[in-house]
């Protein structure tokens, strides 16, 4: 954005991607390859051969909250700083994520194509679905972003229970009402399932065949985080085989750049399937959280070339690099 040019100050040369498309990773360097600092999306994927073609990084600025496609340690050993921006998409995230919920839950995809196609005359018994009140939603990954979909689905009169390697604070407000459970029975026992999981090694397809056998038929699984924390193959045999109720997703196995067999593109047999309903990777697609993730990154930028230690730092690269 223009504004996030002007937040940079003036005696610092800013080269931008004007279009709606990502470079590739030959432009990439090709652009950075002068540069003493990098703003990074999610579509870029920062590695060694990227810095190797750009000695002169200081920073890599990331405008985003998950950094799997950033290589922190190939920064730090070349004396690179690493940012992200951990809060500002939280909200946003878990307000699509209860979207997502409820227009599944709701068969909202059908019910517009239904209206749209000039059949609908007025009311009739036909698309009965399921709300959240009185619902078992089961929350795996309670971060910030699960934290703040259960406050949400609380707000529905749902049960919360959920999965995470560390129990909620004590002192957390949600910790009363929220169980936690082990993976597995949360998902024998939810009606809902909503993936806030990083993407990690240890969640690299955690949703697999194996564990959508064990959820409910009529389950409803939600994943606004990463698409490779689902098995995207998996989750449309599930769905063909009448052993999964619904798939609602904002993000997709072919986006996640650290994976080097990522698929080209998202299975044609969980498009075409009708209890699915999806979004372009829209989680943080909010002007006002937009411009506020790009000022927060470029701040970043202007500290680290002022010599300053930038926020929300996730490496130290003090005393690495020449």
């Not at 940079?8 to 002068?34: H, K, Y």
């Not at 709300?131 to 009169?157: H, K, N, P, W």
């Not at 999806?278 to 680290?304: C, K, M, Q, W, Y």
């Amino acid at each position: 954005m223009p504004e996030t040019v002007q937040r940079l100050g003036d005696g610092i040369a800013v080269r931008c991607n004007t279009t709606d498309a990502a470079w590739p990773p030959e432009r990439l360097r090709e652009a950075a390859a002068g540069a003493d600092a990098l703003v990074a999306f999610m579509t870029e994927r920062v590695d060694a051969a990227l810095l190797d073609a750009c000695p002169r990084l200081r920073i890599v600025a990331g405008a985003l909250k998950g950094y799997d496609n950033l290589d922190v340690d190939a920064c730090t050993a070349r004396g690179v700083w690493v940012t992200t921006v951990p809060d500002l998409l939280t909200v946003p995230t878990a307000e699509l994520a209860l979207g997502l919920m409820i227009g599944l839950g709701r068969h909202l995809r059908e019910a517009d194509a239904h209206v749209r196609s000039g059949a609908f005359t007025g009311w009739g018994p036909r698309l009965y679905g399921t709300g959240l009140a009185g619902s078992v939603v089961g929350i795996i990954g309670m971060g910030a972003i699960g934290r703040a979909i259960a406050r949400r689905v609380r707000a529905f009169d749902a049960e919360v229970v959920y999965a995470d390697p560390q129990p909620l604070d004590a002192a957390d407000p949600l910790t009363p009402g929220c169980e936690r459970l082990p993976l597995d029975e949360l998902l024998h026992r939810s009606r809902f399932v909503v993936l806030a999981a990083p993407l990690t090694a240890a969640t690299l397809h955690l949703i697999d065949r194996e564990r959508l056998a064990l959820m409910r038929p009529d389950a409803l699984l939600v994943n606004p985080g990463r698409g490779s924390v689902v098995d995207e193959a998996a989750v449309a045999e599930a769905l063909d085989t009448g052993r999964l109720g619904g798939y609602a997703a904002d993000v997709f196995e072919m986006e996640d750049l650290s994976r080097a067999d990522r698929p080209a593109a998202i299975p044609g047999a969980l498009l075409r399937h009708p209890r699915t309903l999806f979004a372009p990777h829209l989680g943080s697609a909010v002007t006002g959280t937009r411009r506020a993730i790009e000022a927060h990154a470029a701040d970043n930028v202007r500290r680290v070339l002022a010599g300053h230690v930038p926020a929300d730092a996730i490496n130290d690269p003090r005393g690495h690099g020449c």
